[in-house]
């Protein structure tokens, strides 16, 4: 809790997945993948309660050794062409109803964001806290997706996507450009059920370093996580 504001975590974690089969479960270091997020949300000093919303009786035993609260996701809610809004929407209701609790806040955190830290879970909340913004989203700043970079290709022939490039460094392309990261989404309770989303609105950007910022979708994407956990634990 923050003032007088409560706080649900939703943690989706379905157990089909096509890029990485098993993907929430698949182990990272020494551990499976949604341990990470499981614990850096026990981490925050101001979420009041944490849920992991799952089909699965691999994932829900997995997440069973933590002290946090599970959401049996019908099947409906399951497949790969289902809206996250709608899993969200589940989730909320199904929380409220069986803890019997109203909350103000909710925390979309997805497993496949391992290195995201309790800190940057309670910054985004004291932000959203501190202004006049119906969420939180974190981003990370594009230097080489930026848009100047990005291209089309008409009749054979590369054109500017949506603006020209300029023949400067990367870094100085204006205007800076950022990309939602899949860290932290948070929005205000009210917000989300008048509009069902948790990305639009006056959204507060939380900006995230790239080591953060990985965000598990291919078999590439875990070997890049190994590669950073390794060198994390190289440093310590």
Do not use: W
């Amino acid at each position: 809790m923050i003032g007088a504001k409560k706080i649900l975590a939703i943690i989706p974690a379905r157990g089909g997945s096509q890029g990485v089969p098993k993907k929430n479960i698949k182990k990272l270091g020494d551990k499976p993948l949604i341990c990470y997020t499981i614990e850096t949300a026990m981490s925050s000093k101001y979420v009041d309660k944490i849920v992991v919303s799952s089909d699965s009786e691999e994932i829900l035993n997995v997440a069973k050794k933590y002290s946090i609260d599970f959401i049996n996701r019908p099947s409906e809610l399951s497949s790969d062409d289902i809206a996250m809004t709608d899993v969200i929407d589940h989730a909320l209701r199904a929380s409220e109803e069986k803890f019997k609790e109203n909350f103000d806040y909710v925390l979309l955190l997805q497993p496949t964001s391992p290195f995201r830290s309790s800190e940057d879970i309670d910054l985004s909340i004291e932000e959203l806290t501190d202004g006049d913004f119906d969420g939180v989203i974190s981003v990370n700043r594009l230097l080489d997706g930026h848009p100047a970079r990005i291209k089309k290709i008409e009749n054979g022939i590369l054109k500017p996507f949506c603006i020209e490039e300029q023949d400067i460094p990367r870094q100085n392309l204006r205007p800076e450009a950022y990309i939602r990261n899949g860290a932290i989404y948070l929005i205000k309770k009210n917000h989300f059920l008048q509009n069902k989303t948790v990305k639009e609105g006056r959204m507060k950007p939380y900006i995230m370093p790239l080591e953060r910022s990985v965000n598990i979708d291919e078999p590439v994407d875990f070997e890049i996580a190994e590669f950073l956990l390794s060198k994390r634990k190289g440093l310590k």
